[in-house]
């Protein structure tokens, strides 16, 4: 990997980058109508490439948050068009590596002395980038670790980064800054929150502790002593990455096997813990030779309260009998719908909603699912290019908290396709009763 | 004996500007204050500004012993030697914050003028040190020797030093974690520009242009 020499110095240059790509972007726009213009058959795909491609090459000029913004809108294939996800899912791995002083000065600052002093080996290389630090590999008393050191300056720099990228992320969703304040605030908070790796070594200990009854899914072992706030250390854990485990056409069984593992993992912290591993990126995951399947990041943890639990898995798994009103009701309770809609507004989005639980609902309400069938997952993605096209959902709505729930699911989704898998979902289920 | 009086003053003179936040008045007020005589002050340093001059060369002498005796330093190209010089340097200059800014904050205006009496050693110092790695630098190949310019090199670390400290005493992030960064990328860049790069292109096709300038048009 090439050592990092060029990466932004001030904030200003920053802007500078962001500014650059939003000329760019204008003028891909601008290249696209009048194309338009001459030949009125022409789609959006082109103009989303170009774009896509500006935006990437701007990103991956920024570290830390952006790239984690950046990240973030890949996860929502369908929101954004595929263009824009498929070149922002390279820049997972496209952050150069720290400078062996600098790795050595972080861990003098943090633990107080050099890595060489705390392991038994240490490899200054770094074995893979994670989206604000990277990732070591050391060991100590024959144990395997996995050394996580922070890039310096990802926490300080994640809000006035935010703030720039913002005029961007308006322009990509349409919609207006009022409207998205409380939104980006969600994500600001778990991007802070994400930057401290006590925080994430409690998260994974916690979480790995209360799935360690579920079968094929394997926890990292942390190791406190070793890890503070920019520094985590744990077990290094075997294992191909989930993309290219996918990448060499593994047989159904061994699918089905990891799609189980994945899909119990999630509903388990969903219907049991209201607590979300809310990250499912392929690159979080790997799948060692038994096809046991490895979580390896806790950074996104998302707590469900429990209003929007109820809510919303009663709109999900909608007990026999619910008529309208109800449904209205917890849409409400979401804040899907308005108190100062109209009623002809209220009607419009009730039947929106409700064709969109339909098809989001399909994978909870039977109880074996084949993430295969192409007809499920492509059902969503136009559901949801359909849904960027209607002037009235432009406008922000729905509770904060969908943020990350949704992206969890629609991430849970994504990989559970690209795997084919056919997974038994009634395992655990919505219910009222008390949380582990 | 000579330099335990050396090393009294030199502790006196540290503990006046941590507590009392400037310079004694006079020389006088100092010795009285420390208890001995003003000729012995004069037989170990001319000024208040030689003392600080000591000052800073400890410091720099400590990170040298630092980063020499370090088990990773032999096998360290010369970008990271520099990078973790610059590391050690500002990480020292951390545990006795107050002391340096107290010293700096007293000839402000000497930082913008890259020659601040107090380092007036330590430029010596760095500059042998910097000459050194940058030979270093040339026999590996890393640097590249550029006639009338290769002896300037370590003038531009040391304009890299005095940006690198002034970011310091303005830094206000947590932990300093911005002079961090200040250094991984400026150490960068300024190495960047000393090994080959599109620059040499630029002035080898400027030289050929010149000479050929007759031809092209």
Known sequence: ?????????????????????????????????????????????????????????????????????AQMLSMDKGILPGAYSDKFSLSLNSAPPLSGPLIIKTFQRHLGK????????????????????????ASKDGVLLAVKIQYPGVADSISSDLKMVKPFAFRLLGMSESELAVYLKEVEDKLIEETDYVNELKQGTFIGDACNGLESLRFPKYFPE??????????????????????????????NKVGQALWDFYSFQQHELKLIHADPHPGNFLVDHNGNLAIVDFGCVKEIPADFYHAFFSLVYPPEGTGLPEMQEWMFQLEMLNKKDDPAKIKFFTS?????????????????????????????????????????????????????????????????HELKAEVNTGKFSFHTGEIV | METSVRHKILDAYIDHLLMKGNQPTTVYAFCKELGIEEPEFYAHYATFAAIEQDVWMMHYEQTINK????????????????????????????????????????????????????????????????????????????IKERTGITARYKDALWVQFIFLLNFWVNDDSPGFERTDEAIEKGVQVTLDLMSHSPLDNIVEYGKFIFKNAGKAF
Do not use: C
Request: hydrophobic share 35%.
């Open chain 1, 352 to 416: 929106m909603y409700l064709e969109m639980i339909g098809l989001f609902g399909k994978p909870y309400l039977n109880e074996t699912f084949d993430f295969g069938d192409p007809g499920f997952i492509t059902g969503l993605y136009s559901f949801g290019e359909k849904a960027t096209k209607i002037p009235e959902l432009r406008e922000a709505r729905g509770s904060r908290h969908f943020i990350y729930v949704n992206r969890t699911n629609f991430g849970l989704y994504n990989i559970l």
């Open chain 1, 114 to 137: 050099s890595p060489f002093e705390i392991f038994d080996t240490f490899d200054m290389q770094a074995a893979h980038a994670a989206s604000i630090g990277q990732v070591h590999r």
């Open chain 1, 1 to 69: 990997m090439k050592e990092q020499n060029s990466m932004s110095v001030s904030k200003v240059e920053r802007s500078m980058k962001l500014l650059g790509t939003g000329f760019k972007v204008g003028a891909n726009y601008i290249k696209h109508y009048s194309q338009k213009m001459v030949n009125p058959h022409k789609d959006r795909t082109d103009l989303d490439e170009a774009n896509a491609s500006d935006i990437y090459d701007t990103l991956s000029h920024l570290k830390g948050s952006a790239l984690k913004v």
């Open chain 1, 226 to 255: 070793y890890s503070n706030g920019r520094i985590l250390t744990m077990e290094w854990l075997d294992g191909q990455p989930l993309r290219d485990f996918i990448l060499s056409e593994p047989n159904q069984d061994l699918r």
């Open chain 2, 67 to 142: 980063i020499k005796s370090l088990d990773l330093w032999p096998g360290y190209s010369v970008r990271e030697k520099f990078l973790s010089f610059f590391f050690t340097y500002m990480e020292e200059l951390q545990k006795k914050r107050s002391l340096y800014l107290v010293q700096i904050k007293q000839h402000r205006a000497d930082l913008k003028l890259f020659t601040p009496v107090y380092l007036k050693k330590v430029k010596e110092a760095f500059e042998l040190f910097s000459n050194e790695l940058v030979k270093e630098g040339i026999s590996t190949g890393e």
